[in-house]
């Protein structure tokens, strides 16, 4: 019999043994899907990893499996880094940059050509390029990754977070897609700094590494309408967009399935993390390195699956009046 969690539930304890209860059902899990091989600190990690961690709109926080362990978000910083150019030069970021799903995979340059160097959202690799191109328009490198690191401590509340530098430096020696789509939006003129510079912080975005805990704990703002303890980070309104482009774009190719299948709000990284939001309800994060084919947590996706069946948090369960 599956565990019930509704919305409002009076079972302080369920979020944590819901949590333990798929923890333990994908411990064994047959398949797992594959680990990114093409940044080879990130093909080191055992695809045996699972970690999960819940943070209800109260601040209960529920752990499971891997929890505690920093991984590589990768991704999952695009969200931050989003977050951060709007609040630089609002919704000017829109002329550089769309808001509809790509349907491609999130290295893929196929698109840019016809629609002129406008990557389609910014949660693709060339998305993500142009919002860093964007955040250094009014800070050197060094400021920019700075004021990342600075920023999801805040979120987190733990000073203890830290960018992999070893990753940053792997993804600098392997980054030739990067730097291809980097140099054909600098021909269409929509990379304005010099693309070594912007790359170099952009891959130092991506090696941020955290922990389910931390992850979960940054990414409070969107599950509670921009505020995060008690101090409002970013205003109602544009929280719920973020949360909107997530729910559309989070995934590359992989996103309609994820809202069919899951219906939250999500960004997946290739370190195998997933950020997902229960507005209103909960700010999840799990990890599992094994990818599916679109580069999203195989298991991670099976257990937010599972989650939300047991839960009823998916932003298309009925709610009563």
Sequence with gaps: ??????????????????????????????????????????????????GIAVVMADGAVHTAGDAEEAFSIQSISKVFALTLALGAVGDQLWSRVGREPSGSAFNSIVQLETEHGIPRNPFINAGAIVVTDVLLGRLEPREAIGQMLRFVRELAGDDGIVIDEVVAAAESETGFRNRALANYMRAFGNIHGD????????????????????????????MNGGISHGHRVINERRARRINALMMSCGHYDNSGDFAYRIGLPGKSGVGGGILAVAPGTASIAVWSPGLNQSGNSHLGQLALERLVQRTGWSVFEPRSL
């Excluded at 975005?205 to 703002?221: D, E, I, P, T």
């Design 1 to 50: 019999m599956e565990a019930s969690l509704n919305k409002g539930t009076s079972d302080a304890d369920a979020p944590g043994a819901v949590i333990a209860e798929i923890a333990e059902e994908l411990r064994f899990a047959d398949y797992r899907g594959k680990v990114a091989d093409y940044i080879p600190p990130l093909a080191a990690v055992p695809d045996t990893k699972f």
């Design 195 to 222: 693309v070594e510079r912007v790359l170099g912080t952009y891959f130092h975005f991506c090696a941020l590494a955290m922990s389910c805990r931390q992850l979960a704990l940054a990414g409070r703002y969107l």
